[in-house]
């Protein structure tokens, strides 16, 4: 068996103009994250630790933030476009661990939610992603609601 670990990582800007996705999931905010597709941070995060442990480049590469067709897209079908990436190179996905970095809105209540998605797009169980949240205790453009990022590792296997 081979196993490999991906690292990934995404940053948006918050702006008032657009709506807050997280983990495919639409989350009440007065603060949305800036990007060519929903700016999803946590599932960008995700298809480039993914991308990553599979050698496959990047999220850029796959999903070029210039090209129109990818405008306003919902992450959730990059993510599923990565699964078949991963899936046709003959990768398994053994398990995600992620941290969104967000001063507010609370995202505790809604992390089930966010692995529910995650787990059906992926084909993996709920045990299999960790997604916890955090502030950065009004320190710096995170703390100060200028900005969301997202960590997440994974661990493949062929």
Do not use: W
């Not at 966010?114 to 955090?134: G, V």
């Amino acid at each position: 068996m081979r196993i490999r670990i991906g690292f990934g990582v995404d940053v948006h800007q918050l702006s008032s103009e657009r709506e807050l996705f997280i983990g495919g999931k639409k989350i009440e905010s007065d603060l949305g994250a800036l990007g060519h597709s929903d700016a999803d941070v946590l599932l960008h995060a995700i298809c480039d630790a993914l991308l990553g442990a599979a050698n496959l480049r990047d999220i850029g590469f796959h999903f070029s933030d210039t090209d129109p067709q990818y405008k306003g897209i919902d992450s959730k079908i990059l993510l599923e476009r990565v699964y078949v990436l991963l899936r046709e190179k003959g990768y398994s996905i053994g398990n995600l661990d992620c941290t969104v970095i967000l001063e507010k809105p609370k995202l505790n209540p809604h992390i089930p939610d966010m692995q529910a998605i995650i787990a059906s797009i992926l084909k993996i169980d709920l045990d299999d992603i960790s997604i916890k949240a955090t502030t950065h205790e009004k320190v710096d453009s995170f703390g100060e609601r200028k900005a969301v990022k997202a960590y997440a590792s994974c661990l493949i296997m062929k």
